[in-house]
């Protein structure tokens, strides 16, 4: 896969050049996925890849000539409305190249206003799975049934089919759910068939690509190992050194074996920088690790007291991240400015969901700065500062390329950590408590639990959290529900209300009282708090007590990842709320939260019920999208 930009912004996803790929490229049929800034532009071509097929990223800004030679093309959705005023300018000479093309989301939407169909915004949003109703026989549909669980994320809706197209399929939120123009052999759906939410979104992709593309089977993992070999290569050159800032994480740990591999031990130096915002014994247990499968060159930092000053008293998510990005580069710097020698590259774990939740692609919306994402690391990164070899890459592909370079499933099997550590589990507030609208808010949560016919009560909290909803970033409140439910009530309702509320982006399920929801709620609010020594402590301890029970009960293969969030919503100063944010997935950029055994969760909100300052605990009932899945 390869990424192409109007103009390159990253040395290591440029090809625009013709010295770095001169002769592979046109050896493989590719297809080509215009990216109009959707958080799943490069899901797409990963899926692509996934079926043994080249994929090439393109921005529609682009002359269609470009990639007048894909043997299909692919239309990504996006944060933007075909309708409104900032909707995204594309070359329209890419609908008259005869090839091949499906659009998906926003360009489902682009493709009916271009041909005279009608565009508008539709009476409810949809995120999440949908049931479509296949109305007819299509080449893309075979293999499939008359009903198909599908995954949607958008505002607008096809209202009127264009001239010589003919619907496929609907739902009763979205009536032109998919539709066709096959004598132009062109294809559009609303829904994503990138995500692994639509269970048969690889069907619908490989008979696009086989049956109507035709294109060759040809790229593998092997190939995508040496195109890293390759780009190593070229940014390092003969004689530069990396420093790598190394947290330990899968990521970062597989690019550092990478590197050794590509450059030799004596060219990268690893630095693992303690924050302070590790979790209980982690960055021992890290450097322990590291050094029992062979990692030399490592180096360790401590500089907890420097980054508890650096975002005292801050309470914007997005500050506390830029800061603590900004003084990850700061000790880099410092310690870089120690080595005899200058000619050092900054290295990264960085992959690919990191670049676009931070806007790091053209027309992409930012969601949440990655603290390897922040502005000084991308004026490095144009400076030539700065190597990234996994940046095109998910997780699952990083743990393949680990596992090919010999890593141990101890190292490569690890949850994912962010960077900031738990600086962004743990919530500050100025003791704000208002929210707009709250009577409105839950009279609306009324209404739907009557409709959904449960015994549960719900309340809109003072709290906010990010979300991603429709590609774009929301900074929403969460609601509180109590009450007995099975997962899948939950799930149902956590859908419903964050497509239907539009102030609310996360669901939560108080799981630690049998009282009534005002009982238990009323007299709490959001507390002054900061992050503070004491605070992460409390967190550490919480979320080492989480991470016992699950590796006792055996479920930690079934878990991609388990955030332990603290919130200072309590009834005193002081006290805290505990969020637990277990969520399945494979590449991040969709998830579903982790409906736990009964038993282990009972056995979890137990041991932290022990915790002094522990008020209320909440579970996470919300999926990706609308809510991303750190809370920060």
Same mark, same amino acid.
């Given at each position: 896969?390869?990424?192409?930009?109007?103009?390159?912004?990253?040395?290591?996803?440029?090809?625009?050049?013709?010295?770095?790929?001169?002769?592979?490229?046109?050896?493989?049929?590719?297809?080509?996925?215009?990216?109009?800034?959707?958080?799943?532009?490069?899901?797409?071509?990963?899926?692509?890849?996934?079926?043994?097929?080249?994929?090439?990223?393109?921005?529609?800004?682009?002359?269609?000539?470009?990639?007048?030679?894909?043997?299909?093309?692919?239309?990504?959705?996006?944060?933007?409305?075909?309708?409104?005023?900032?909707?995204?300018?594309?070359?329209?000479?890419?609908?008259?190249?005869?090839?091949?093309?499906?659009?998906?989301?926003?360009?489902?939407?682009?493709?009916?206003?271009?041909?005279?169909?009608?565009?508008?915004?539709?009476?409810?949003?949809?995120?999440?799975?949908?049931?479509?109703?296949?109305?007819?026989?299509?080449?893309?549909?075979?293999?499939?049934?008359?009903?198909?669980?599908?995954?949607?994320?958008?505002?607008?809706?096809?209202?009127?089919?264009?001239?010589?197209?003919?619907?496929?399929?609907?739902?009763?939120?979205?009536?032109?759910?998919?539709?066709?123009?096959?004598?132009?052999?062109?294809?559009?759906?609303?829904?994503?068939?990138?995500?692994?939410?639509?269970?048969?979104?690889?069907?619908?992709?490989?008979?696009?690509?086989?049956?109507?593309?035709?294109?060759?089977?040809?790229?593998?993992?092997?190939?995508?190992?040496?195109?890293? &070999?390759?780009? /190593?290569?070229?940014?390092?050159?003969?004689? @530069?050194?990396?420093?790598? #800032?190394? =947290?330990?994480?899968? $990521?970062?740990?597989?690019?550092?074996?990478?590197?050794?591999?590509?450059?030799?031990?004596?060219?990268?130096?690893?630095?693992?920088?303690?924050?302070?915002?590790?979790?209980?014994?982690?960055?021992?247990?890290?450097?322990?690790?590291?050094?029992?499968?062979?990692?030399?060159?490592?180096?360790?930092?401590?500089?907890?007291?420097?980054?508890?000053?650096?975002?005292?008293?801050?309470?914007?998510?997005?500050?506390?991240?830029?800061?603590?990005?900004?003084?990850?580069?700061?000790?880099?710097?410092?310690?870089?400015?120690?080595?005899?020698?200058?000619?050092?590259?900054?290295?990264?774990?960085?992959?690919?969901?990191?670049?676009?939740?931070?806007?790091?692609?053209?027309?992409?919306?930012?969601?949440?700065?990655?603290?390897?994402? &922040?502005?000084? /690391?991308?004026?490095?990164?144009?400076?030539? @500062?700065?190597?990234?070899? #996994?940046? =095109?890459?998910?997780? $699952?592909?990083?743990?393949?390329?680990?596992?090919?370079?010999?890593?141990?499933?101890?190292?490569?099997?690890?949850?994912?950590?962010?960077?900031?550590?738990?600086?962004?589990?743990?919530?500050?507030?100025?003791?704000?408590?208002?929210?707009?609208?709250?009577?409105?808010?839950?009279?609306?949560?009324?209404?739907?639990?009557?409709?959904?016919?449960?015994?549960?009560?719900?309340?809109?909290?003072?709290?906010?959290?990010?979300?991603?909803?429709?590609?774009?970033?929301?900074?929403?409140?969460?609601?509180?529900?109590?009450?007995?439910?099975?997962?899948?009530?939950?799930?149902?309702?956590?859908?419903?209300?964050?497509?239907?509320?539009?102030?609310?982006?996360?669901?939560?399920?108080?799981?630690?009282?049998?009282?009534?929801?005002?009982?238990?709620?009323?007299?709490?609010?959001?507390?002054?708090?900061?992050?503070?020594?004491?605070?992460?402590?409390?967190?550490?301890?919480?979320?080492?007590?989480?991470?016992?029970?699950?590796?006792?009960?055996?479920?930690?293969?079934?878990?991609?990842?388990?955030?332990?969030?603290?919130?200072?919503?309590?009834?005193?100063?002081?006290?805290?709320?505990?969020?637990?944010?277990?969520?399945?997935?494979?590449?991040?950029?969709?998830?579903?939260?982790?409906?736990?055994?009964?038993?282990?969760?009972?056995?979890?909100?137990?041991?932290?019920?022990?915790?002094?300052?522990?008020?209320?605990?909440?579970?996470?009932?919300?999926?990706?999208?609308?809510?991303?899945?750190?809370?920060?």
């Amino acid at each position: 896969m390869y990424i192409i930009h109007h103009q390159p912004p990253f040395p290591f996803t440029d090809i625009s050049a013709q010295k770095v790929r001169p002769a592979m490229i046109p050896q493989h049929h590719y297809i080509a996925v215009i990216d109009f800034g959707s958080q799943f532009a490069h899901l797409i071509a990963r899926r692509i890849r996934q079926h043994g097929v080249l994929a090439k990223i393109f921005t529609p800004d682009m002359a269609a000539s470009s990639y007048a030679d894909a043997k299909g093309i692919i239309l990504s959705g996006g944060p933007k409305s075909t309708i409104g005023a900032d909707a995204v300018p594309y070359d329209p000479g890419l609908f008259t190249l005869g090839l091949p093309m499906l659009g998906l989301c926003y360009g489902h939407q682009l493709i009916a206003k271009h041909f005279g169909g009608t565009v508008a915004k539709g009476k409810t949003k949809e995120y999440g799975q949908a049931d479509i109703q296949v109305h007819t026989t299509d080449p893309l549909f075979v293999g499939l049934g008359t009903t198909e669980r599908v995954w949607m994320s958008h505002w607008d809706v096809v209202t009127k089919l264009p001239n010589d197209f003919q619907l496929l399929a609907s739902t009763p939120d979205c009536p032109i759910a998919a539709m066709a123009n096959p004598r132009q052999r062109i294809w559009s759906f609303q829904f994503h068939v990138e995500v692994n939410h639509t269970p048969h979104g690889m069907k619908l992709l490989e008979n696009f690509l086989f049956t109507i593309c035709r294109v060759r089977r040809d790229w593998k993992i092997q190939t995508i190992e040496r195109e890293l &070999i390759k780009d /190593i290569r070229t940014v390092a050159g003969k004689y @530069k050194k990396v420093f790598l #800032l190394l =947290s330990g994480g899968v $990521d970062s740990t597989v690019a550092f074996a990478l590197l050794e591999k590509v450059l030799g031990k004596k060219r990268v130096y690893g630095l693992h920088v303690d924050s302070g915002f590790m979790r209980l014994r982690e960055s021992a247990k890290v450097i322990g690790a590291l050094k029992r499968a062979g990692f030399s060159n490592l180096h360790v930092v401590d500089a907890s007291a420097r980054f508890f000053r650096a975002v005292q008293g801050i309470v914007d998510p997005e500050i506390k991240r830029q800061k603590i990005g900004e003084l990850f580069v700061e000790i880099a710097n410092e310690e870089m400015g120690k080595l005899p020698l200058a000619d050092y590259l900054l290295g990264q774990g960085t992959i690919y969901p990191d670049t676009i939740e931070s806007g790091g692609t053209q027309h992409a919306d930012k969601i949440k700065t990655h603290h390897n994402q &922040i502005d000084l /690391i991308k004026l490095m990164t144009l400076q030539g @500062k700065i190597i990234e070899p #996994l940046r =095109s890459l998910y997780k $699952d592909e990083v743990r393949l390329i680990g596992r090919r370079l010999g890593l141990a499933p101890s190292l490569l099997n690890r949850h994912p950590f962010p960077g900031p550590g738990l600086a962004i589990r743990t919530l500050c507030s100025t003791g704000d408590s208002t929210i707009d609208q709250a009577n409105i808010i839950n009279q609306q949560l009324q209404r739907i639990i009557t409709q959904q016919h449960l015994k549960v009560s719900a309340k809109v909290l003072p709290m906010r959290s990010v979300g991603v909803q429709g590609d774009e970033r929301s900074y929403k409140h969460p609601v509180a529900i109590i009450g007995k439910a099975t997962w899948q009530q939950l799930n149902a309702l956590s859908i419903r209300i964050t497509n239907e509320i539009f102030s609310v982006n996360r669901v939560l399920w108080l799981v630690q009282s049998g009282r009534s929801l005002s009982q238990v709620l009323s007299p709490a609010v959001m507390q002054e708090a900061y992050l503070t020594n004491d605070r992460i402590n409390l967190l550490r301890v919480a979320d080492d007590s989480v991470h016992q029970v699950i590796k006792h009960d055996k479920l930690m293969d079934d878990i991609w990842q388990f955030p332990v969030v603290l919130v200072p919503y309590a009834s005193q100063s002081g006290h805290e709320s505990v969020v637990l944010r277990p969520i399945q997935s494979q590449e991040a950029m969709t998830v579903n939260f982790y409906r736990m055994p009964y038993p282990s969760l009972s056995r979890i909100v137990r041991q932290l019920k022990t915790l002094v300052y522990v008020e209320h605990i909440f579970y996470d009932i919300t999926n990706k999208p609308p809510a991303t899945i750190e809370w920060e």
